[in-house]
């Protein structure tokens, strides 16, 4: 019994001191808001967006809701009563199954993502992972058994991973790791760097990115593949999705190097 009585009263006390131990942290280093810097109230919750946004920035993220792309995940106005593709996405045969993307890349979510990749506050990855955690409430992927999956990271070139110390994706790879249990494995990496995309068509980007891609060195699926199934499925996770391009060249390499059979991408954002 005084077992019981020892074991009720720390799962009591532990929230409590868990909240005075905050209390305290925000008394002696106040916590501003990462969107516009005014300070946020001690919050009670251990959601990153309620930590690093207040309310008036989290208000102004626009989450990506039906109708959009059943292929690429743009969003688009109006209402439409049957799933769709895009005119981007007609007639292409993309080597991705379809794209989830949580957020519209604008506002205080892509002041957080360039924050998080240029300059380098790794403090962010949280804010971002739980920006991902949206995407994953997509009907499609709740049907799915994501035990089976494997979390699979956009790389960097070496030397552009170099310069910033770090791979924005892979990041979010392993903080979805620990969030999710799903296992998380670098399988690709980037033979050639490329230039930046900004003013190039959707064709052009295909083009551009095409070969740039190949299996990372040393890196093997055999510890993650579920023994009933030859491959498994891969969630390939970055930051922001455009047009598509790297997603496609990134899923063509898996596709055709490790038999995976499906590809699903999940973005923070949609730009």
């Known amino acids: ?11 009591l006390c532990q929230p409590l001191l868990r909240a005075a131990g905050n209390f305290s942290l925000n008394m002696v280093y106040p916590r501003t808001c990462l969107g516009c810097g ?3 109230e001690a919050q009670s919750s251990g959601q990153a967006m309620e930590l690093w946004l207040c309310t008036y920035c989290r208000a102004q993220l626009n989450p990506i809701e039906p109708p959009f792309c059943d292929c ?5 106005s109006g209402k439409m009563d049957s799933s769709f593709l895009c005119p ?13 993307s949580a957020y519209k890349a604008e506002g205080p979510l892509r002041e957080l993502i360039h924050g998080f990749k240029y300059n380098r506050d790794l403090a962010l990855r949280g804010v971002l992972t739980d920006a991902i955690a949206l995407a994953f409430q997509e009907p499609r992927l709740k049907s799915e058994n994501l035990s089976d999956w494997l979390l699979v990271p956009v790389p960097l070139h070496w030397s ?15 903080q979805l790791s620990k969030q999710a249990g ?5 399988l690709l990496r980037r033979s050639r760097r490329t230039p930046r995309q900004v003013r190039l068509s959707r064709n052009q980007r295909l083009e551009n990115m095409r070969g740039v891609f ?41 596709r055709a190097h490790f038999g995976v059979q499906k590809v699903v991408v999940i973005t923070a954002a949609r730009a």
């Open 1 to 11: 019994m005084l077992e019981i009585i020892k074991a009720a009263s720390a799962a």
């Open 38 to 40: 005014l300070l946020i």
């Open 72 to 76: 690429c995940g743009e969003p688009f």
């Open 88 to 100: 981007n996405c007609q007639g292409r045969q993309l080597a991705f199954d379809y794209a989830i």
């Open 160 to 174: 552009r991973q170099l310069y910033r110390g770090f791979n924005q994706s892979w990041e979010l790879c392993r």
């Open 182 to 186: 799903i296992p998380a494995k670098a």
């Open 214 to 254: 190949a299996p990372s060195h040393g890196h093997w699926l055999s510890q993650h593949i579920n023994p009933q199934k030859h491959w498994p499925n891969v969630l390939l996770i970055d930051d922001v999705l455009t047009t598509g391009a790297t997603a496609h060249e990134c899923a063509r390499v898996l």
